[in-house]
């Protein structure tokens, strides 16, 4: 069974930051489309950031949704297969569980439009990340 493995999240004010990281098979990291979800109480779990990888030790090309857009930071470790999202200047509509995933397919742009929730296979076991105003 593929394991991904979350940690990170936790509380903190409006204004704050926090990261959540994400390790991965390194089959799945080096080809895959890494992506963070959330999903608050009573809402659709939604992506807010990619990063899409060519299987080289290059940079992935990112996607970042209007919402986080500026204040979130998806980056790579390649020595240790982890996806970090560094969130800052948090916001509490940004409260909710944060969710890893893989997929096999190219998440460029606004690649939410086209692919959901159930074109991911992989999934990290979610944490939560919790702002007060």
């Known amino acids: 069974q593929v394991q991904m493995v979350e940690s990170g999240g936790g509380s903190v004010q409006a204004g704050g930051s926090l990261n959540v990281s994400c390790t991965a098979p390194g089959d799945i990291y080096r080809t895959y489309c890494m992506a963070w979800w959330r999903q608050a109480p009573g809402k659709e779990r939604e992506a807010v950031a990619s990063?899409?990888?060519?299987?080289?030790?290059?940079?992935?090309?990112?996607s970042y949704r209007d919402s986080v857009r500026g204040r979130f930071t998806i980056s790579q470790d390649n020595a240790k297969n982890t996806v970090r999202l560094l969130m800052r200047n948090l916001l509490p509509e940004d409260s909710g569980v944060y969710y890893c995933?893989?997929?096999?397919?190219?998440?460029?742009?606004?690649?939410?439009?086209?692919?959901?929730?159930?074109?991911?296979?992989?999934w990290g076991q979610g944490t939560q990340v919790t702002v007060s105003s």
């Open positions: 990063i899409d990888s060519d299987g080289s030790d290059n940079d992935g090309i990112t």
């Open positions: 995933a893989a997929a096999n397919l190219i998440c460029r742009g606004e690649w939410w439009y086209l692919f959901d929730a159930a074109d991911f296979g992989y």
